[in-house]
């Protein structure tokens, strides 16, 4: 039986041999970060490594980047009322996007009446316009917007909103875990006040996530209180191991960023081109600047469950979209938010590509692809 392909790596990713090395080598150290004594120095140390690495590569300073256990404890963590910014005066409201991750479309702390959504194009992008509109009305917010989104890969106009966030004196949180290691991010060149990552989406271990916080931003209240540790932002012992994974991994990447990019979009280029050799298939928001390793895309007649499955009886590991929807095969809340109706947002299949696709994965996919299309949309 031939061996699998897995294309779903906006899911989750292999682990890096490198973060894997890193993770047992951590493993071996029996000290607290929190100790004094020389053991728990030197499990202090590869935490430090691991916040300078991630700091240097989204451009920020170490002391405001915030390990956490996950993207989604990341972004609870930064989507807190009373957060100041040069202005000095707190935040009293929530805008996301409604293309949104869960854990940001949950609100983190904001009362549900404090929180409103901001529009997207048919193509999937943040309608600025809108943005403008709701900031005119009411005190300063707290904006969360991706910079790339989980499903369609369509990437956000984070530095023009960023300017009009600032300019009605509010902030502006950026979920930026799709981006690390697919391109470049810098949160002071994208004008970004807060940002999350997230280990696992690079090749690093599962549960772990970061924060990072701009200079000047105050006012971020932890969610766990306890210790005083993350320089007293997020209480409880650091996963030294899974941390020292996260650097390794945010190393690798990085080094290998700018190949890997561009391998990845010639794949998902000629994967798009096979995709739409059936009659009437649609890849979303490919009229926009997107992620180079991310095709969306859907027929007529399409049911997304019934494809999965099919791929995956191929050998062909590939998703309905976003992976925290506790294995369910959801209507995209995206392509519902972009105004598709249901009918379609039912049939989306997500392909999601990574640093060990080759061109004998794309041919799988295709062949696979062909075969469902010969038997789901026949008639």
Known sequence: MPSRIYLDWNATTPLRAEARSAMLAAYELIGNPSS???????ARRLVEDARATLAAAVGALPRNV???????????????????????????????????HASVLAGGRFPADEIGQIRVTRSGVIDLDHLKAMLSDGPPALVSIMAANNETGALQPVAEAA??????????????????????????????????????????PKGVGALVVAEG?????????????????????????????????????????????????????????????????????????????TV?????????ETAVIGFDLEG?????GSACSSGKVQPSHVLSAMGYDAAVAQGAVRLSLG????PDDINRALEAWRKLGNTLLKG
């Open 217 to 293: 931003v105050a006012g971020l209240e932890p969610v766990l209180r306890g210790g005083g540790q993350e320089l007293n932002r997020r209480a409880g012992t650091e996963n030294v191991a899974g941390i020292a994974g996260f650097g390794a991994a945010v190393r690798i990447a990085l080094q290998a960023l700018p190949e890997d990019a561009e391998r990845m979009a010639t794949l998902r280029d000629r994967l798009e081109a096979g995709i739409r050799r059936v009659a009437g298939a649609i890849v979303f928001s490919n009229d926009v600047e997107r992620l180079p390793n």
């Open 355 to 358: 640093w060990s696709t080759g």
């Open 163 to 204: 300017a009009i966030v600032h300019e009605a004196r509010g902030l502006l949180h950026v979920d930026a875990i799709q981006t690390l290691g697919k391109i470049h991010f810098d949160i002071k060149a994208m004008g970004a006040d807060l940002a999350t990552f997230s280990a696992h989406k690079i090749s690093g």
């Open 36 to 42: 004094v004594h020389a053991e728990g120095r030197e």
């Open 296 to 304: 969306l895309f859907t027929a007529p007649g399409l049911k997304a």
């Open 316 to 320: 062909v590991a590939v998703s309905s």
């Open 66 to 100: 915030v390990f956490t256990s996950a993207g989604t404890e990341a972004n609870a963590l930064a989507l807190s009322p009373g957060l100041r910014g040069p202005s000095g005066r707190p935040v009293e409201r929530l805008l996301v996007s409604a293309i949104e």
